[in-house]
C-alpha cells in the first residue's frame, strides 16, 4: 500500500509540475505583464495631467519661463559651435519638449547671442 501511495504521490507531483511549466507560468507572465502596463499607462495619464496643470498655473500667475539659465549645457555648447540641429535634437532629448518647442526655444537663443 506504501509503495502505491508513493508512487500516486509522485505522479501527482509530476503532473502538477507540467501543469504549473505549461499552463500556469505563461498565464501568469500575462497577467503581470498587462497589470505593468496598465499601472505605467496610469502614470503617464496623472503625468500628463500634471503637465497641463503645470502649464496653466503658471500662464495663470504670468511667469516667463525664458530664462537663459534654464537652458541644459550641452545645448548652449551646440550652439556655440554652431551646430544649430544637433542644438534642437539635444534640446528635445535632455528636456522632452516637442520638436515646435525646441526650435522656438533654439531661435530664441540664436537671436539673442
Not at 502538477?16 to 505583464?33: E, G, H, M, R, S
Not at 500628463?48 to 539659465?69: F, H, M, Q, V
Not at 542644438?87 to 530664441?108: F, H, M, Q, S
Request: aromatic content about 12%.
Amino acid at each position: 500500500m506504501a509503495v502505491y501511495l508513493e508512487s500516486f504521490w509522485t505522479a501527482l507531483m509530476d503532473g502538477l509540475a507540467i501543469y504549473f511549466d505549461i499552463f500556469l507560468v505563461p498565464v501568469l507572465t500575462v497577467v503581470c505583464f498587462f497589470l505593468l502596463l496598465s499601472q505605467f499607462l496610469r502614470y503617464q495619464k496623472r503625468i500628463r495631467y500634471l503637465e497641463i496643470t503645470l502649464g496653466a498655473l503658471i500662464k495663470l500667475s504670468g511667469i516667463e519661463l525664458n530664462d537663459p539659465t534654464f537652458i541644459p549645457p550641452e545645448v548652449r555648447k551646440a550652439l556655440d559651435e554652431g551646430h544649430r540641429l544637433k542644438a534642437i535634437r539635444l534640446y528635445r532629448k535632455i528636456t522632452g519638449a516637442n520638436l515646435k518647442e525646441a526650435i522656438e526655444v533654439v531661435d530664441v537663443l540664436l537671436k539673442k547671442t
